[in-house]
């Protein structure tokens, strides 16, 4: 069975942030979160959306850009390595 939803302590993990940093986030609507008891819990399916904003828009261009790059240098031996 596949987890749904993740503790503030998983989704720290996963930005490379404090979980009061993720609380913060939380507070000011950057992160959707529902409360269950005294815990503040993530769904799955917001995941994507929260690493994508976390990434930032400089960081993702950049990284597209030395995806391109990689592709474009090392595209012949990437196929031949899918091969294996």
């Known amino acids: 069975m596949e987890k749904q939803l993740?503790?503030?302590a998983e989704v720290a993990k996963l930005l490379s942030i404090?979980?009061?940093a993720v609380f913060k986030k939380i507070k000011s609507g950057e992160i959707k979160?529902?409360?269950i008891g005294r815990?503040?819990?993530i769904d799955k399916n917001d995941l994507p959306e929260i690493l994508g904003s976390a990434l930032g828009k400089t960081r993702q261009r950049i990284i597209e850009?030395?995806?391109?790059?990689t592709v474009?240098?090392?595209?012949?031996t990437l196929k031949l390595?899918?091969?294996e």
């Open 33 to 35: 979160a529902v409360k």
């Open 18 to 20: 404090s979980r009061v």
């Open 65 to 69: 850009n030395v995806v391109k790059k």
């Open 39 to 41: 815990n503040f819990v």
């Open 72 to 76: 474009r240098e090392y595209g012949e």
């Open 6 to 8: 993740f503790s503030t």
């Open 81 to 83: 390595l899918g091969k």
